[in-house]
């Protein structure tokens, strides 16, 4: 009790401060070993998750000082993470009055043992040997909901296929709640995604899982270690701009991670009561 009660309160005092590069995100979310969420697209697995653990997009930055609006575009997410499974979760709800058949995709970064790398060691795209061995191997990037690209998750580094986004490595599922891809519509999205804390992802195109990962690391989770996270968001709408809106901004954060937000690998809650995902989305209507 005492711990959660410490836990809310620092949450509450890290949402409220600017954010920015160098201030804590986020908290990631400890699932129990019983209640670690399947990937399924349906976020009732994460009731359990405190208000405090959610962004909104009211809290994210729109690209080019563009408006938040909440008829146009809202979204919330949260990350959780297992200590059994070691594996990073995000969950994310979005509403779309328009949802198009592309432009509608989330950019995530991930830097899973927080080393702050820059250009010279995350954005290598020569020579071609080089690019293999460590374009987005110490962190990485991933595309999610981009079915212009032929599949709905990907991730944007040398292995090919992307088995790093297939069970047991990774996982994706969505659903619509209204809508439905390309629909032109106002539509509402629940998407869940689970990934390896990769500490390096060596692997070459065409090498499989089996071959690649013994000479891959894979980040220890541990409790109250920093994991370096960028989440980015983008909508079109026919006859407008197409607006990003991500947290924390920091201009062009893609080849740096050290400008990506920090979020805390959080300790479990001492009581796990379900919140009322219901009701909260409700309050929004
Ligand atoms: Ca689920
Ligand atoms: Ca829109
Ligand atoms: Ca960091
Ligand atoms: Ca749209």
Not at 93 to 110: H, K, T
Not at 220 to 227: A, C, K, M, Q, S
Not at 251 to 279: C, H, K, M, Q
Request: hydrophobic share 40%.
């Amino acid at each position: 009790m005492e711990k959660s009660a410490v836990l809310l309160v620092v949450l509450g005092l890290a949402l409220a401060v600017p954010v920015g590069a160098q201030e804590i995100t986020g908290y990631i979310f400890q699932f129990p070993d019983d209640k670690v969420p399947t990937i399924d697209g349906d976020l009732s697995d994460w009731d359990i998750v405190p208000e405090q653990y959610w962004i909104w997009e009211k809290d994210m930055i729109q690209e080019e000082g563009a408006e938040f609006d909440p008829s146009d575009h809202n979204m919330k997410f949260a990350w959780g993470w297992n200590d059994s499974q070691n594996r990073l979760y995000f969950a994310c709800w979005v509403y779309d009055d328009a949802y198009m058949a592309s432009g509608e995709y989330f950019s995530i970064y991930v830097d899973p043992a927080n080393g702050d790398y820059g250009p010279d060691e995350i954005y290598v795209t020569e020579p071609v040997e080089e690019k293999e061995r460590w374009f987005f191997a110490l962190a990485q990037k991933y595309y999610v909901m981009r079915p212009e690209k032929g599949t709905t998750m990907y991730s944007y580094n040398t292995s090919d296929p992307d088995w790093d986004c297939m069970p047991p490595y990774g996982d994706h599922a969505y659903k619509f709640l209204k809508g439905s891809i390309g629909c032109d519509c106002p539509a509402e999205m629940t998407l869940e995604m689970m990934i390896t804390p990769w500490e390096d992802l060596n692997t070459r195109s065409g090498e499989t899982a089996e071959e690649a990962i013994g000479k891959c690391k894979i980040v220890d989770l541990t409790e109250g270690n920093i994991v370096g996270i960028e989440v980015c968001k983008k909508d079109s709408d026919p006859g407008e701009d197409p607006v990003y809106r991500a947290i924390p901004w920091a201009g062009y954060f893609a080849d740096n991670a050290a400008l990506w937000g920090d979020y805390i690998l959080a300790p479990l809650e001492v009581s796990v009561e379900p919140t009322t995902w219901a009701r909260i989305k409700a309050s929004f209507r």
